[in-house]
Protein backbone atom coordinates (compact mmCIF):
# COMPACT_ATOMS: atom_id res chain seq x y z
CA UNK A 1 0.00 0.00 0.00
CA UNK A 2 1.29 3.52 -1.17
CA UNK A 3 0.39 6.23 1.30
CA UNK A 4 -0.05 9.37 -1.04
CA UNK A 5 -0.08 13.12 0.03
CA UNK A 6 -1.95 15.28 -2.87
CA UNK A 7 -1.59 18.87 -2.89
CA UNK A 8 -3.99 20.72 -5.15
CA UNK A 9 -6.87 17.92 -5.21
CA UNK A 10 -9.35 20.18 -6.14
CA UNK A 11 -7.98 21.15 -9.20
CA UNK A 12 -7.73 19.43 -12.72
CA UNK A 13 -4.28 17.07 -12.18
CA UNK A 14 -6.03 16.72 -8.61
CA UNK A 15 -9.07 15.43 -9.82
CA UNK A 16 -7.63 13.50 -12.25
CA UNK A 17 -5.47 11.86 -9.69
CA UNK A 18 -7.86 10.98 -7.76
CA UNK A 19 -9.69 9.27 -10.48
CA UNK A 20 -7.05 6.54 -11.25
CA UNK A 21 -6.52 6.03 -7.24
CA UNK A 22 -10.28 5.49 -7.01
CA UNK A 23 -9.67 2.54 -9.48
CA UNK A 24 -6.81 1.02 -7.53
CA UNK A 25 -8.12 0.99 -3.74
CA UNK A 26 -5.94 -2.24 -2.75
CA UNK A 27 -2.48 -0.44 -4.05
CA UNK A 28 -2.99 3.09 -2.66
CA UNK A 29 -4.22 5.30 -0.10
CA UNK A 30 -4.56 8.66 0.78
CA UNK A 31 -2.92 10.01 3.69
CA UNK A 32 -3.95 13.41 2.98
CA UNK A 33 -5.65 15.95 0.69
CA UNK A 34 -4.86 19.58 0.55
CA UNK A 35 -6.30 22.54 -2.03
CA UNK A 36 -6.48 26.42 -1.33
CA UNK A 37 -9.66 27.16 -0.71
CA UNK A 38 -12.37 25.08 -2.01
CA UNK A 39 -14.68 24.43 0.83
CA UNK A 40 -17.09 22.59 -1.02
CA UNK A 41 -15.32 19.96 -3.30
CA UNK A 42 -12.52 19.55 -0.52
CA UNK A 43 -15.31 18.23 1.94
CA UNK A 44 -16.80 16.17 -0.69
CA UNK A 45 -13.23 14.27 -1.48
CA UNK A 46 -13.39 13.74 2.27
CA UNK A 47 -16.41 11.73 2.42
CA UNK A 48 -15.21 9.69 -0.62
CA UNK A 49 -11.55 8.49 0.42
CA UNK A 50 -11.28 9.74 4.23
CA UNK A 51 -7.60 10.86 4.40
CA UNK A 52 -6.12 10.85 7.95
CA UNK A 53 -5.16 15.26 7.06
CA UNK A 54 -7.03 17.65 5.02
CA UNK A 55 -5.64 21.24 4.49
CA UNK A 56 -6.42 24.22 3.28
CA UNK A 57 -4.46 26.95 2.53
CA UNK A 58 -7.31 29.47 3.48
CA UNK A 59 -7.43 29.54 7.14
CA UNK A 60 -11.07 31.05 7.05
CA UNK A 61 -11.90 28.12 4.83
CA UNK A 62 -10.36 25.98 6.92
CA UNK A 63 -12.38 27.05 9.87
CA UNK A 64 -15.50 26.29 7.26
CA UNK A 65 -14.55 22.67 6.41
CA UNK A 66 -13.94 21.77 10.05
CA UNK A 67 -17.35 22.74 11.17
CA UNK A 68 -18.53 20.46 8.39
CA UNK A 69 -15.90 17.19 8.76
CA UNK A 70 -16.57 17.86 12.90
CA UNK A 71 -20.81 17.75 11.85
CA UNK A 72 -20.16 14.54 9.80
CA UNK A 73 -18.10 13.35 12.49
CA UNK A 74 -15.33 12.05 10.14
CA UNK A 75 -11.81 11.20 11.59
CA UNK A 76 -9.92 13.78 9.09
CA UNK A 77 -8.46 16.57 11.02
CA UNK A 78 -8.39 19.40 9.27
CA UNK A 79 -5.10 21.90 8.96
CA UNK A 80 -4.37 25.23 7.28
CA UNK A 81 -1.63 27.34 6.14
CA UNK A 82 1.78 26.74 4.82
CA UNK A 83 3.54 25.06 6.82
CA UNK A 84 0.70 22.43 7.24
CA UNK A 85 1.29 21.56 3.67
CA UNK A 86 5.57 21.26 4.10
CA UNK A 87 4.46 18.96 7.50
CA UNK A 88 2.33 16.28 5.97
CA UNK A 89 4.51 16.07 2.75
CA UNK A 90 7.39 15.01 4.65
CA UNK A 91 5.19 13.18 7.49
CA UNK A 92 6.88 9.98 8.36
CA UNK A 93 4.14 7.86 7.20
CA UNK A 94 3.77 9.62 3.36
CA UNK A 95 5.61 7.47 0.61
CA UNK A 96 4.48 9.67 -2.21
CA UNK A 97 3.76 13.25 -3.01
CA UNK A 98 1.41 14.59 -5.96
CA UNK A 99 2.68 18.20 -6.17
CA UNK A 100 -0.30 19.48 -8.25
CA UNK A 101 -0.69 23.17 -6.74
CA UNK A 102 -0.25 25.57 -9.65
CA UNK A 103 2.07 28.37 -9.97
CA UNK A 104 4.95 29.62 -7.60
CA UNK A 105 2.67 28.99 -4.89
CA UNK A 106 3.87 25.09 -5.12
CA UNK A 107 6.92 25.81 -4.54
CA UNK A 108 7.97 25.14 -0.91
CA UNK A 109 5.48 22.30 -0.62
CA UNK A 110 6.86 20.43 -3.20
CA UNK A 111 10.94 21.58 -2.25
CA UNK A 112 10.18 20.16 0.89
CA UNK A 113 9.00 16.76 -0.40
CA UNK A 114 12.16 16.80 -2.17
CA UNK A 115 14.45 17.72 0.75
CA UNK A 116 12.51 14.54 2.97
CA UNK A 117 13.54 12.06 0.27
CA UNK A 118 10.20 10.74 -0.98
CA UNK A 119 8.61 10.06 -3.88
CA UNK A 120 7.58 13.93 -5.56
CA UNK A 121 5.18 13.54 -8.62
CA UNK A 122 5.80 16.68 -10.15
CA UNK A 123 2.92 18.30 -11.95
CA UNK A 124 4.16 22.05 -10.88
CA UNK A 125 6.54 22.61 -13.41
CA UNK A 126 7.29 26.03 -11.61
CA UNK A 127 9.01 24.24 -8.83
CA UNK A 128 12.02 23.48 -11.28
CA UNK A 129 11.49 26.88 -13.69
CA UNK A 130 12.07 28.86 -10.43
CA UNK A 131 14.18 26.55 -7.87
CA UNK A 132 15.67 24.17 -10.59
CA UNK A 133 19.47 23.82 -8.78
CA UNK A 134 18.17 24.15 -5.43
CA UNK A 135 15.75 21.73 -6.03
CA UNK A 136 17.90 19.24 -8.11
CA UNK A 137 20.41 19.63 -5.05
CA UNK A 138 17.36 18.83 -2.78
CA UNK A 139 16.75 15.55 -4.87
CA UNK A 140 20.34 14.69 -4.81
CA UNK A 141 20.79 15.24 -1.19
CA UNK A 142 17.77 13.15 0.06
CA UNK A 143 17.68 10.09 -2.22
CA UNK A 144 14.29 10.80 -3.39
CA UNK A 145 12.53 9.95 -6.41
CA UNK A 146 11.47 12.76 -9.12
CA UNK A 147 8.97 11.40 -11.27
CA UNK A 148 7.57 14.00 -13.84
CA UNK A 149 3.76 14.33 -14.81
CA UNK A 150 3.80 17.04 -17.31
CA UNK A 151 2.30 14.57 -20.28
CA UNK A 152 5.63 16.06 -21.96
CA UNK A 153 8.20 15.49 -19.55
CA UNK A 154 6.32 12.21 -18.75
CA UNK A 155 6.64 10.87 -22.71
CA UNK A 156 10.44 12.00 -22.32
CA UNK A 157 11.11 9.80 -19.15
CA UNK A 158 9.30 7.51 -20.67
CA UNK A 159 11.52 7.32 -24.10
CA UNK A 160 14.73 8.05 -22.19
CA UNK A 161 17.52 5.24 -21.44
CA UNK A 162 17.09 3.43 -18.03
CA UNK A 163 20.32 5.00 -17.51
CA UNK A 164 21.67 7.94 -17.91
CA UNK A 165 21.47 10.11 -21.51
CA UNK A 166 23.64 7.74 -23.44
CA UNK A 167 23.05 7.99 -27.15
CA UNK A 168 20.62 11.10 -26.88
CA UNK A 169 20.72 13.91 -29.40
CA UNK A 170 17.82 15.82 -28.36
CA UNK A 171 14.41 16.08 -26.41
CA UNK A 172 11.81 17.13 -28.54
CA UNK A 173 8.83 18.38 -26.67
CA UNK A 174 5.36 18.48 -28.57
CA UNK A 175 3.17 21.48 -28.61
CA UNK A 176 -0.33 21.44 -29.22
CA UNK A 177 -0.20 25.20 -30.69
CA UNK A 178 -3.08 26.16 -28.40
CA UNK A 179 -6.03 27.45 -29.32
CA UNK A 180 -5.00 30.49 -31.99
CA UNK A 181 -2.55 28.37 -34.30
CA UNK A 182 -3.85 28.97 -37.18
CA UNK A 183 -5.30 32.45 -36.29
CA UNK A 184 -4.21 35.70 -38.39
CA UNK A 185 -1.97 37.60 -35.74
CA UNK A 186 -3.78 40.73 -36.24
CA UNK A 187 -6.92 38.94 -35.01
CA UNK A 188 -5.05 38.20 -31.56
CA UNK A 189 -5.67 41.83 -30.48
CA UNK A 190 -9.50 41.30 -29.64
CA UNK A 191 -8.65 37.41 -28.06
CA UNK A 192 -11.50 37.07 -24.97
CA UNK A 193 -10.46 34.91 -22.04
CA UNK A 194 -13.10 32.71 -23.35
CA UNK A 195 -11.56 31.80 -26.01
CA UNK A 196 -7.78 31.79 -25.11
CA UNK A 197 -9.32 29.04 -22.55
CA UNK A 198 -10.89 26.99 -24.83
CA UNK A 199 -7.91 24.25 -25.94
CA UNK A 200 -9.05 21.94 -28.78
CA UNK A 201 -7.49 18.74 -27.16
CA UNK A 202 -6.85 19.26 -23.41
CA UNK A 203 -8.97 20.07 -20.21
CA UNK A 204 -7.15 22.41 -18.37
CA UNK A 205 -7.49 25.13 -15.72
CA UNK A 206 -7.79 28.46 -16.66
CA UNK A 207 -4.39 29.67 -16.31
CA UNK A 208 -2.34 26.64 -17.68
CA UNK A 209 -4.79 27.30 -21.12
CA UNK A 210 -3.72 30.86 -21.49
CA UNK A 211 -0.50 29.30 -21.22
CA UNK A 212 -0.82 26.93 -23.85
CA UNK A 213 -2.46 29.51 -26.02
CA UNK A 214 0.73 32.32 -25.91
CA UNK A 215 2.75 29.16 -25.64
CA UNK A 216 4.42 30.16 -22.61
CA UNK A 217 3.58 26.65 -21.21
CA UNK A 218 6.12 25.53 -23.96
CA UNK A 219 8.71 27.66 -22.62
CA UNK A 220 8.38 26.51 -18.84
CA UNK A 221 8.15 23.23 -20.34
CA UNK A 222 11.96 23.70 -21.99
CA UNK A 223 13.11 25.25 -18.51
CA UNK A 224 11.64 22.43 -16.60
CA UNK A 225 13.15 20.05 -18.90
CA UNK A 226 16.58 21.27 -18.68
CA UNK A 227 16.62 20.26 -15.09
CA UNK A 228 15.33 17.11 -15.13
CA UNK A 229 17.01 15.61 -18.32
CA UNK A 230 20.28 17.66 -17.72
CA UNK A 231 19.86 19.00 -21.24
CA UNK A 232 21.03 22.15 -22.24
CA UNK A 233 18.69 24.58 -24.08
CA UNK A 234 19.47 23.89 -27.69
CA UNK A 235 19.36 20.35 -27.49
CA UNK A 236 15.56 20.47 -26.51
CA UNK A 237 13.83 21.31 -29.62
CA UNK A 238 9.63 22.30 -29.55
CA UNK A 239 7.80 20.96 -32.22
CA UNK A 240 3.86 21.95 -32.44
CA UNK A 241 1.76 19.07 -32.96
CA UNK A 242 -1.67 19.90 -33.48
CA UNK A 243 -3.40 16.83 -32.98
CA UNK A 244 -1.76 16.36 -29.51
CA UNK A 245 -1.14 12.32 -29.85
CA UNK A 246 2.62 12.39 -29.77
CA UNK A 247 3.34 13.97 -26.02
CA UNK A 248 6.95 14.15 -26.98
CA UNK A 249 9.72 12.32 -28.58
CA UNK A 250 13.88 11.62 -27.65
CA UNK A 251 16.38 11.76 -30.64
CA UNK A 252 18.85 9.35 -30.61
CA UNK A 253 22.72 9.73 -32.37
CA UNK A 254 21.67 6.55 -34.65
CA UNK A 255 19.09 8.37 -36.17
CA UNK A 256 16.44 6.80 -34.21
CA UNK A 257 13.31 8.34 -33.07
CA UNK A 258 11.01 7.30 -29.81
CA UNK A 259 7.90 8.63 -29.33
CA UNK A 260 5.23 8.15 -26.45
CA UNK A 261 1.64 8.16 -27.88
CA UNK A 262 -1.56 8.38 -26.06
CA UNK A 263 -5.11 9.97 -26.31
CA UNK A 264 -4.85 13.57 -24.68
CA UNK A 265 -5.58 12.81 -21.63
CA UNK A 266 -3.65 13.20 -18.01
CA UNK A 267 -4.77 9.92 -16.37
CA UNK A 268 -2.10 8.09 -18.31
CA UNK A 269 0.75 10.27 -17.13
CA UNK A 270 -0.48 10.37 -13.59
CA UNK A 271 -0.47 6.37 -13.56
CA UNK A 272 2.58 6.01 -15.28
CA UNK A 273 4.17 8.15 -11.86
CA UNK A 274 1.65 6.56 -9.06
CA UNK A 275 3.17 3.46 -9.64
CA UNK A 276 6.36 3.59 -11.58
CA UNK A 277 7.96 1.52 -12.89
CA UNK A 278 4.76 -0.90 -13.22
CA UNK A 279 1.67 0.69 -15.19
CA UNK A 280 -1.90 0.22 -14.43
CA UNK A 281 -4.92 0.98 -15.50
CA UNK A 282 -5.80 4.45 -16.02
CA UNK A 283 -9.34 4.38 -17.46
CA UNK A 284 -8.00 5.92 -20.39
CA UNK A 285 -9.68 5.24 -23.99
CA UNK A 286 -7.11 3.27 -25.82
CA UNK A 287 -5.73 4.93 -28.95
CA UNK A 288 -7.36 4.64 -32.21
CA UNK A 289 -4.97 5.36 -35.01
CA UNK A 290 -7.33 4.05 -37.69
CA UNK A 291 -9.52 7.30 -36.25
CA UNK A 292 -6.67 9.69 -36.15
CA UNK A 293 -5.68 9.40 -39.59
CA UNK A 294 -2.99 11.82 -39.55
CA UNK A 295 -0.25 13.14 -37.37
CA UNK A 296 0.70 16.72 -38.15
CA UNK A 297 4.27 18.36 -36.97
CA UNK A 298 5.45 21.60 -37.99
CA UNK A 299 7.97 24.43 -36.05
CA UNK A 300 6.75 27.02 -34.13
CA UNK A 301 6.24 30.89 -35.22
CA UNK A 302 8.01 32.88 -33.27
CA UNK A 303 6.64 36.08 -34.13
CA UNK A 304 2.81 34.24 -33.25
CA UNK A 305 4.64 32.59 -29.61
CA UNK A 306 7.30 35.43 -28.60
CA UNK A 307 6.72 34.08 -24.87
CA UNK A 308 8.58 30.83 -26.26
CA UNK A 309 11.79 32.96 -26.88
CA UNK A 310 11.51 34.44 -23.58
CA UNK A 311 11.68 31.42 -22.05
CA UNK A 312 14.97 30.51 -23.92
CA UNK A 313 16.55 33.57 -23.19
CA UNK A 314 15.49 33.21 -19.48
CA UNK A 315 17.33 29.60 -19.29
CA UNK A 316 20.00 30.92 -21.47
CA UNK A 317 20.96 33.95 -18.77
CA UNK A 318 20.92 31.44 -16.10
CA UNK A 319 20.18 32.63 -12.42
CA UNK A 320 17.42 34.00 -11.26
CA UNK A 321 16.02 35.03 -14.54
CA UNK A 322 13.64 32.10 -15.20
CA UNK A 323 12.00 33.19 -11.54
CA UNK A 324 11.47 36.19 -12.68
CA UNK A 325 10.17 35.23 -15.99
CA UNK A 326 7.85 32.82 -14.54
CA UNK A 327 6.47 35.77 -11.67
CA UNK A 328 5.66 38.23 -14.82
CA UNK A 329 4.19 35.15 -16.76
CA UNK A 330 1.55 34.80 -13.76
CA UNK A 331 0.76 38.37 -13.25
CA UNK A 332 0.20 39.01 -16.66
CA UNK A 333 -2.06 35.76 -17.54
CA UNK A 334 -4.23 36.74 -14.14
CA UNK A 335 -4.05 40.43 -15.80
CA UNK A 336 -5.09 39.46 -18.87
CA UNK A 337 -7.94 36.75 -16.74
CA UNK A 338 -9.36 39.53 -15.02
CA UNK A 339 -9.83 41.56 -18.61
CA UNK A 340 -7.07 44.09 -17.18
CA UNK A 341 -4.88 44.03 -20.14
CA UNK A 342 -5.32 42.49 -23.81
CA UNK A 343 -3.83 39.22 -25.06
CA UNK A 344 -1.07 40.83 -26.87
CA UNK A 345 0.20 42.42 -23.72
CA UNK A 346 1.28 39.28 -22.07
CA UNK A 347 4.38 38.61 -23.72
CA UNK A 348 4.96 42.57 -23.80
CA UNK A 349 4.27 42.55 -20.20
CA UNK A 350 6.90 39.33 -19.24
CA UNK A 351 9.54 41.13 -21.67
CA UNK A 352 9.65 44.50 -19.82
CA UNK A 353 9.46 42.75 -16.51
CA UNK A 354 12.69 40.62 -17.50
CA UNK A 355 14.59 44.10 -18.73
CA UNK A 356 14.15 46.06 -15.47
CA UNK A 357 15.08 43.37 -13.26
CA UNK A 358 18.49 41.99 -13.74
CA UNK A 359 19.10 38.47 -12.74
CA UNK A 360 21.41 36.98 -9.45
CA UNK A 361 22.72 34.02 -8.34
CA UNK A 362 19.78 32.10 -6.20
CA UNK A 363 20.70 31.32 -2.86
CA UNK A 364 18.17 29.68 -1.18
CA UNK A 365 14.39 29.20 -1.77
CA UNK A 366 13.75 32.54 0.27
CA UNK A 367 16.01 34.19 -1.99
CA UNK A 368 13.94 33.02 -5.14
CA UNK A 369 10.39 33.79 -3.53
CA UNK A 370 12.15 37.40 -2.51
CA UNK A 371 12.66 37.69 -6.03
CA UNK A 372 9.54 35.89 -7.02
CA UNK A 373 7.73 39.16 -5.20
CA UNK A 374 9.96 41.97 -6.18
CA UNK A 375 8.84 40.69 -9.96
CA UNK A 376 5.80 40.94 -9.14
CA UNK A 377 5.49 43.94 -8.32
CA UNK A 378 7.38 45.32 -11.00
CA UNK A 379 4.86 43.50 -13.41
CA UNK A 380 2.18 44.98 -11.47
CA UNK A 381 3.61 48.90 -12.22
CA UNK A 382 4.35 47.52 -16.22
CA UNK A 383 0.15 46.66 -16.57
CA UNK A 384 -0.84 50.75 -16.46
CA UNK A 385 1.94 50.72 -19.31
CA UNK A 386 0.08 48.58 -21.54
CA UNK A 387 -3.47 49.80 -21.64
Not at 34 to 50: G, H, I, K, M, P
Not at 114 to 141: T, W, Y
Not at 190 to 213: F, L, R, Y
Amino acid sequence: MINITLLGSTGSIGTSTLDVIRRHPERFRLFALAANSSVDTLYEQLLEFRPAFAVLVDAKAAASLRSRVAAAGLATEVLDGEAALEMLVSHPDVDAVMAAIVGAAGLRSAWAAAAAGKRVMLANKESLVVAGQLFMDAVAASGAVLLPVDSEHNAVFQCLPTQGRQGVRRILLTASGGPFRTHAIEQLSDITPEQACAHPNWQMGPKISVDSATMMNKGLEVIEAHWLFNAAPDDIQVVVHPQSIVHSMVEYIDGSVLAQMGNPDMRTPIAYALDWPNRIESGVEPLDLFTIGRLDFEAPDPARFPCLGHAYTAIRSGGTAPAILNAANEVAVQAFLDRRIPFLAIPELIGRCMERIASEQPESIDHLLDVDRRARAESEQIIPELV
